[in-house]
């Protein structure tokens, strides 16, 4: 294997400085230098035609309807040769819990980070989305636990308010919960508490968890901030320190608050920093707050930024024809959970209702939903009871679903990073996969740039309707099917078959659109208008004329009701009869004489109730 070292100076990027080293042993590089492990995979016969894996479920165990997120488990097709955990001398308790959840051998990011991690040195791990970084950090990160009982008694209890001694940093909510609940399942003999934190939940009960006392905190650098500033959560104990995806929050704007919970931590510990990409600020950011970091990447740079099993279609559809053939595109040959990506959360919320008017089992994820909603369509998703999940690019990174074989960009992605988060939903773990993308003509010259940067081979996306034949041919769709799902094949529970937890939540509102717009708006409970009106009824448009000033102002038009029913007291002295009660007053009429005043037309009244003007 080889390991090429390389110095980074604030004026450069990282360039190549012949050399060789063993990644096993201590890196020895000046305090102002990066070393980066650039693996060349060719070279070293364990790791030849390494296929980067992902953490996933086994095909063949079925899913945890309750669990918030997916439950620790493997199976996925590995490379023969791989090393496994117990040959890298991880903990044999960690072990042991990885192989109960059927994972043995190491994929290409583990096998890299670990012998490296497991010794305490910094690392910065660069792979792409779904090659298993969780493991790659939360192997040394549990091991390190392990082997430091500090806080703990002789029985191995953990002492009341005790700091945590590990913390991992995340972009997004779905993620914190994801990492939490692997770490929880790879540390199931080792007994670590570990705790999510994170917004849209309640304060009290996270406040609560770290002041029962916790080993592993894994939160979002928001809510991280505000627990620290108030007190509740004490960084002044951790030794183990995890920036997860750390180009997504930067590019979520979450690097101020990063800086400042970094700075809250000790200057001695262990800093592993994994990202997709290396921008410039987090590569000062690394240069800040890491102590010689050893940086591994996981493929070659010529390396494509999508994965080789995801087969890619690109179409320029019309956006009125959007929806009609997405709905085709769903009732395709084999297909399995479906993830539909959209540039706005409006449009994510529209398309969501309209897939479930025509009958699919669909939910929506993004950002105008509070966070029981979301997390109750996430349940939903990954229990089967609803099949297409449409969501916000905000989902791109933090959503980790097996069986997911479908990813349609209903719109175009910005750029291409976010291209490549939006596919990586399927294609994992060496799974097969298909991602199409709907381009707008308006869309076209966005597309294209994505297009070159990715060196893709759709410059020119062929004009697609919902009716085209080679729509059918390439995505395996049965001739005949319409826009609706028939109801014969309508066998999914749906949204509402998953409960909402109430979680306490802080601002966000809980239903969708569709929803809110049901009940009345009056208070009472029934449908209806802020008017009182009955929901459905026509206004009655009432129009004021004035004929002049002190004159007095007459109703132009009266409803029907009012017409029909003039008290006789209102009629004058002569309407005394029945017939005349009930007929409608008729309207004076009056006209103007050359003389300046008016006359009573001979339609109106008896001249005594005329009342002069």
Excluded at 44 to 67: F, K, N, V
Excluded at 270 to 275: A, E, H, N, P
Excluded at 471 to 497: K, Q
Aim: glycine share 10%; aromatic share 4%.
């Amino acid at each position: 294997m080889t390991v090429s070292d390389h110095t980074l100076r604030d004026d450069q990027d990282l360039t190549e400085v012949p050399g060789v080293t063993d990644p096993d042993t201590a890196v020895d590089t000046t305090d102002d230098t990066v070393t980066d492990t650039a693996v060349d995979t060719a070279d070293d016969p364990d790791t030849a035609d390494l296929d980067p894996e992902g953490l996933e479920h086994a095909a063949d165990r079925p899913l945890d309807e309750d669990a918030v997120s997916h439950p620790l488990t493997g199976d996925a097709p590995v490379e023969p040769q791989a090393p496994t955990f117990a040959d890298l001398q991880v903990d044999p308790r960690i072990v042991q819990s990885l192989q109960d959840a059927g994972i043995e051998r190491t994929f290409a990011i583990q096998a890299l980070t670990l012998p490296i991690a497991l010794v305490g040195s910094d690392l910065i791990g660069q792979a792409r989305t779904g090659m298993g970084k969780t493991l790659g950090f939360g192997v040394p990160l549990l091991q390190r636990l392990a082997q430091d009982t500090g806080g703990r008694d002789d029985a191995g209890a953990l002492a009341a308010g005790r700091a945590p001694r590990a913390l991992v940093m995340v972009p997004t909510r779905e993620l914190c919960v994801q990492v939490a609940r692997d770490l929880t399942g790879a540390a199931r003999y080792l007994g670590p508490v570990v705790t999510s934190v994170y917004g849209g939940r309640a304060y009290e009960p996270q406040i609560k968890a770290l002041h029962d006392g916790v080993d592993v905190v894994v939160g979002t650098p928001g809510r991280l901030l505000d627990l620290a500033n108030q007190g509740h959560l004490q960084l002044g104990g951790v030794k183990v320190l995890v920036l997860d995806e750390a180009d997504e929050m930067l590019d979520l704007g979450f690097l101020p608050d990063m800086e400042k919970v970094l700075a809250m931590v000790p200057a001695v510990k262990q800093t592993m920093l994994f990202s997709a990409t290396m921008p410039g600020p987090i590569l000062t950011l690394a240069r800040t707050f890491m102590n010689q970091p050893v940086h591994i990447r996981a493929e070659m740079p010529a390396e494509g930024a999508t994965h080789r099993t995801t087969t890619q279609f690109v179409y320029r559809a019309h956006a009125l024809d959007k929806v009609e053939l997405l709905s085709r595109l769903l009732q395709a040959r084999g297909r399995g959970l479906t993830m539909v990506f959209t540039r706005t959360k409006r449009t994510a919320q529209k398309v969501a209702d309209e897939l479930v008017e025509r009958g699919f089992a669909a939910a929506a994820v993004h950002g105008d939903l509070g966070q029981g909603a979301r997390e109750q369509a996430l349940r939903a998703f990954r229990s089967g009871k609803v099949d297409v999940l449409v969501a916000t690019d905000v989902a791109a990174r933090g959503i980790d679903v097996e069986g997911v074989t479908h990813v349609v960009n209903f719109q175009c992605p910005e750029d291409e990073k976010i291209y490549v988060h939006r596919i990586g939903r399927t294609g994992r773990a060496g799974r097969t996969g298909i991602a199409v993308t709907l381009v707008d003509w308006d869309d076209v010259p966005r597309w294209k740039m994505i297009n070159d940067a990715l060196g893709l081979d759709f410059a020119d996306p062929a004009e697609t309707y919902s009716s085209s034949a080679h729509l059918f041919t390439d995505l395996d769709i049965p001739a005949g099917v319409t826009g609706r799902l028939p109801r014969a094949e309508r066998t999914r529970a749906g949204l509402d078959a998953e409960t909402v937890e109430d979680l306490g939540e802080t601002g966000k509102r809980n239903r969708p659109a569709r929803e809110r717009s049901g009940p009345s708006r009056t208070g009472n409970g029934d449908a209806g208008h802020r008017d009182g009106r009955p929901e459905g009824a026509g206004r009655t448009r009432r129009r004021q004329r004035s004929d002049g000033p002190g004159r007095a102002t007459e109703t132009a038009t009266e409803a029907t009701t009012d017409r029909t029913a003039a008290p006789a007291a209102i009629a004058g002295p002569e309407a005394t009869g029945p017939s005349d009660a009930a007929a409608p007053r008729r309207r004076r009429a009056r006209r103007r004489t050359r003389g300046g005043g008016s006359q009573v037309s001979a339609t109106a009244p008896a001249e005594g109730d005329a009342t002069a003007l």
